[in-house]
């Protein structure tokens, strides 16, 4: 089984003819609301590739909080550690997005921001946590976690080195990698760097272990495809497959993210993804 511990958000899209500059104003968008936060989209990622998957998260004692778990509840995943904040409104991101892609991202984390290392529940068996809550409380699930560790850390951050040190996979993208730079070369685990279309790098302790691309696919919507990459990886590690096949998988499972628009709704499941590979 799977531990998420994330962030839980409701993604507010307006999409628009062109973005604005500071103190305009864009009229005749179109609006879209999905279900969001790194958290919450790695938990499904994981879910639709056949885990056990728990959700650790907070969300606000609102209606966007029904909305933001919809999809983790349709699909099976435990949100008993997925508790609601009585004082904290749900965590919104409003997003604008332009016809080319082009887009502006404001987050309110609200309930998410308030969620303290020590409301954290005893986790047991494998987990995977963001940097879009309270580092503290990445800190101590990463601390007090009794199997392994997958650590995304995105949004790039400062964290505490013995948070690098106990994890036994992290994964960055191009952006992250570069803020962190040499330190991502001693860490003890594996390291994957995702490089878009590109696909992805595995190292560890500097050295490259094994490199995938991902299949050729129109992409629609890139949104999720790295939250889909870290739960894929993850999962396909645990199942013990060799890591150059956990790449490709990771790799495969991206790249489908990228084929339909928002971050949950275009999460492949496994039998597409296996379709994909040829299994
Ligand atoms: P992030 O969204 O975190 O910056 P990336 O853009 O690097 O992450 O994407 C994560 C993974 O998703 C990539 O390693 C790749 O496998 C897949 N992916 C993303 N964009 C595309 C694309 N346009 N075509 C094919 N695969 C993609």
Known sequence: AVTIVGSVNLDLV?????????????????????????????ALAARRLGAAVSLV?????????????????????????????????TGVALI?????????????????????????????????????????????????ADGFVALNLAPAAEVPPAMLARADLVVVNEGEAAFYGAALDVVPGLVAITLGARGARLMRRGELVAEATPPKVTAIDATGAGDAFVAALTVALLEGQAEAAALT??????????????????LPWRAEVDTMLGK
């Not at 609301?33 to 919450?40: D, F, L, S, V």
């Not at 954290?120 to 494998?126: D, V």
């Not at 963001?130 to 990445?138: G, H, K, R, S």
């Open 57 to 89: 998260g907070r969300v606000g004692a609102d209606a966007m909080a029904d909305e933001a778990l919809a999809l983790l509840r349709q699909d099976g995943v435990d949100l008993s550690g997925c508790t609601a904040d009585p004082a904290a409104p």
């Open 249 to 266: 998988f990771a790799c495969t499972v991206g790249a489908l993210a990228a084929t339909k628009p928002g971050a949950q709704p275009s």
């Open 96 to 144: 604008a997005v332009a016809p080319d892609g082009e887009n502006l991202i404001v987050v309110a984390p609200g309930a998410n921001a308030g969620f303290a290392a020590d409301a954290l529940p005893a986790i047991s068996g494998a987990l995977i946590a963001q940097l879009e809550l309270p580092i503290d409380t990445v800190a101590k699930a990463v601390a007090t």
């Open 14 to 42: 307006a999409s628009g003819a062109s973005l604005p500059a500071p103190g305009e104003t864009v009229t005749g968008a179109t609006l879209a609301r999905h279900p969001g936060g790194k958290g919450a989209n790695q």
